[in-house]
């Protein structure tokens, strides 16, 4: 991916609520977002919509933008395909020289135009959805590295792993601690900068995918954040969960689950086990690999009203697991960081 | 893939014992095959070679094949290229009629003058190893169908996972039961004619190629038997294993081993689990999704040189396992199949 320092968001009409990449990028991206597009809300502030987002001006349309070196598309349709209606705003950022990234489905460098217009304005367009060619099987490596590593897993889909892990890596530098982290889906890797799509690469080369990423950065960092993908229990995209934790050779693990999730997310038929039945199934079919133990538990307490009751689910779900946890989203993250690294 | 009724193994220089897909698709597809292609033993037949093969003649070139209606690349090089010194042949057979059979990294339906000549001659260039662009996330239906579902899964990869497969379906068809072979890898897509190669798929989608075949032909036969990849365990290739499990939501498991093996082929510093643990493993892992027993297990004894020290072999397996155990291929499998199902 390009390196950009100064990054416009495209978030038209979905913004903040259905805007998961977007709000992520202004959350937690290293580079600086100059303007959020969203031809709803102009002349507000990302902050005006939700407290936890930055000061930063919403506008119309890339017309309105400021000076920047990249245009970033923060959402999704049903689908994944490209929504014609943004088609000025590509149009104009490649013409003002901006790179694009985008995660669709929908490879905007197979779009003749924007292909065109690239070529002309010497832009490069970033499709994170797209594995590199050049990625393989596992060797069975990663343990080799100098960092620890730490592996992000959930009881589900969407409980947050993405952003537990991104907050335990503040949260872990803010404590001293040099942590990087390792992205595995396209949110992530628009956050990061750089990664691979782990859940689009060929099946064969899901750890692969994981280990060239862990090489690359192992030694440069004391630990390592990987984001988890999926769940093991998952009818759909356990493949995914198991090739992470394989090729991760993670030597510590955080349980992730959301508060009030009983059944998996879209497949409600499938109850979600026991805290104790997950970590017996982490542990168990990393051994073989890597040993590696659940050390901590990240709750997502977001649908829970108060604070009071949300440190109470903490709690809770702490005990189950018999190991120390945190909302790290909700709550200060550094005495579970002291605690557990 | 095409029905092909005749067909033309190819297997130049590598017939029998470096011609896996050459020798399996002779042992057990449904179609013909009229001939093998060895410019090293023209002449002679397959079963001259190995005594557990057909008498198919084996011939220098296309040119020399009689009728077919399709040719099968039977071999593949390190890398899974196209190798030059075939392309006379697959000429030939495109100029004759002959629909073309693939399984190799280079879709011979990128080739222009084998594309151009196919479009010429009403051929079909099947490349099996590319999957079609319907496969999506899997929806956990697969347990809905009427047949009993049943897995091999292996303790490592090249156990002879698909070989027992294969045995076990046709010993339950001699024993009256109405089974059939779902397969996973592009060998076996040959042998059946049809099938997604599961290890070559969208990592989101392991477990939905494989439900994909299990809905499709879940109602027509009493038994589907799902060839297995990899291993639960294994550093590279666990991610495909268990999207398999997930997507196949079997109702039986047969562990397959082989008698010499006690390391990761190709990875030799991950020593296997004891049997019980693999057991643990599979059972523990499916149960979340689809409830299943591990009830025998295949023990490939083809380097253990005594029929005698093979029956004895597989004694001690099944007495681990604690359930009955056979190798199919050395040993009558009557037996095992009533005790089984």
């Known amino acids: 991916m390009s390196d950009p320092q100064r990054v416009v968001v495209l978030a038209h009409e979905k913004f903040p609520d259905r805007a998961k990449t977007a709000t992520g990028v202004l959350k937690y991206a290293d580079y600086d977002v100059v303007a959020v597009l969203d031809r709803d809300n102009p002349g507000t502030s990302a902050s005006d919509h939700r407290r936890d987002l930055p000061d930063v001006p919403i506008v119309s349309?890339?017309?309105?933008?400021?000076?920047?070196?990249?245009?970033?598309?923060?959402?999704?349709?049903?689908?994944?395909?490209?929504?014609?209606?943004?088609?000025?705003?590509?149009?104009?950022?490649?013409?003002?020289?901006?790179?694009?990234?985008?995660?669709?489905?929908?490879?905007?460098?197979?779009?003749?135009?924007?292909?065109?217009?690239?070529?002309?304005?010497?832009?490069?367009?970033?499709?994170?959805?797209?594995?590199?060619?050049?990625?393989?099987?596992?060797?069975?490596?990663?343990?080799?590295v100098d960092a620890e590593v730490v592996l992000t897993v959930g009881t589900d889909c969407s409980v947050g792993k993405m952003t537990a892990t991104l907050e335990l890596v503040e949260a872990a530098r803010e404590q001293g601690i040099d942590a990087s982290f390792i992205p595995t889906g396209q949110t992530g890797i628009m956050i990061a900068g750089w990664g691979n799509p782990v859940d689009r690469v060929v099946s064969d080369f899901t750890a692969g995918s994981v280990e060239e990423m862990i090489l690359e950065k192992g030694d440069e960092y004391d630990v390592l954040f990987v984001e988890g993908q999926g769940s093991i229990t998952h009818p759909a995209y356990s493949a995914v969960t198991c090739g992470i934790l394989h090729g991760a050779m993670a030597d510590k693990l955080i349980l992730c689950h959301e508060s009030s999730r009983d059944a998996i997310h879209g497949y409600e038929d499938f109850a979600l086990p026991e805290l104790s039945e997950y970590i017996s199934l982490y542990e168990n079919l990393a051994a073989p690999v890597h040993e590696t133990e659940v050390v901590g538990g990240a709750l997502n307490t977001s649908k829970v009203e108060t604070d009071e009751e949300a440190a109470a689910a903490v709690e809770a779900f702490a005990d189950e697991l018999g190991a120390p946890a945190v909302d790290p989203v909700r709550f200060d993250t550094a005495a579970f960081i002291d605690e557990v690294f």
């Not at 070196?69 to 929504?83: M, N, R």
């Not at 003002?96 to 065109?116: V, W």
């Open 61 to 144: 349309s890339m017309a309105d933008a400021p000076d920047a070196d990249a245009l970033l598309v923060g959402i999704a349709p049903i689908g994944g395909g490209f929504d014609e209606t943004w088609r000025d705003d590509v149009r104009t950022a490649l013409e003002r020289g901006c790179d694009i990234i985008a995660g669709l489905h929908y490879f905007l460098n197979d779009d003749e135009e924007f292909a065109a217009l690239a070529d002309e304005y010497g832009c490069d367009i970033n499709d994170v959805r797209k594995p590199h060619d050049d990625i393989g099987v596992a060797q069975g490596k990663s343990a080799d």
